[in-house]
């Protein structure tokens, strides 16, 4: 299968600041990426959907403002928690598609605010 | 009632023996079915795709779909204690606002037992 890389695996930061997290896809173009949140021992939750060169649509209840979602290329988005708080620790987890083809999700970010 | 919907788990095969995992679909999803794994900890890995009714092979697991009766199963044959983890089905969602995003099951625990 195709192959999904992120950056950081696991980061942990202090309340207030704010934390990027990479996803790349290496060996395929992924006109669309996802961007996902999982709590322990519950269900993947879809954050947003962004398409090269376009902006991130946000699911319902995500605050767009807090969570910037950039696309600038073929191969790599980008999300940035804003003024994190403990709230926000989670397992981030990109994913990426060419066309409408598979989903490949990428290795996941543990992101800690204290 | 969700879109997709998964047996109830936990399952629990003995090695060597097959696993049978099972989801339904309601209308909203469209003809796109996706199997991942995901261990404990770690992100989801694609494991089978199938698109056409009737079922497709890849080693030792083989999907089935059927699209009269709206279900999606996942065979795993000879199953090892590697393979325990929970099993999450998707479908694509077939119009609407969410047209083209993944919808997941809740996931299934398998744990298989030497």
């Known amino acids: 299968g195709a192959v999904v890389s992120q950056h950081p695996s696991w980061v942990i930061c202090k309340s207030g600041t704010s934390v990027k997290i990479e996803c790349r896809s290496l060996d395929f173009q992924a006109t669309t990426m996802f961007w996902y949140r999982q709590f322990p021992k519950q269900s993947l939750m879809l954050m947003a959907t962004?398409?090269?060169?376009?902006?991130?649509?946000?699911e319902q209840g995500v605050e767009k403002d807090k969570f910037l979602i950039n696309h600038a290329s073929l191969t790599l988005s980008t999300l940035t928690v804003t003024s994190a708080h403990p709230e926000d620790s989670s397992f981030y987890i990109c994913s990426a598609r060419q066309g409408y083809n598979e989903q490949f999700f990428g290795p996941g970010t543990r992101l800690t605010v204290l | 009632q969700k879109e997709v919907e998964q047996n109830s788990g936990p399952l629990s095969v003995p090695e060597g023996a097959i696993a049978s995992l099972n989801c339904t679909y309601s209308d909203r999803v469209s003809q796109s079915f996706f199997w991942y794994r995901q261990y404990s900890g770690k992100s989801p890995e694609l494991i089978m795709s199938i698109y056409s009714n009737g079922d497709k092979e890849d080693g030792r697991f083989t999907a089935q779909l059927n699209k009269a009766s709206q279900y999606v199963s996942l065979l795993i044959r000879d199953s090892q204690p590697s393979d325990s983890a929970t099993y999450l089905c998707a479908g694509r969602y077939a119009g609407g606002t969410s047209y083209g995003k993944l919808t997941f099951g809740q996931g299934t625990i398998l744990t298989v037992h030497p």
């Open positions: 962004s398409n090269e060169g376009s902006k991130a649509t946000y």
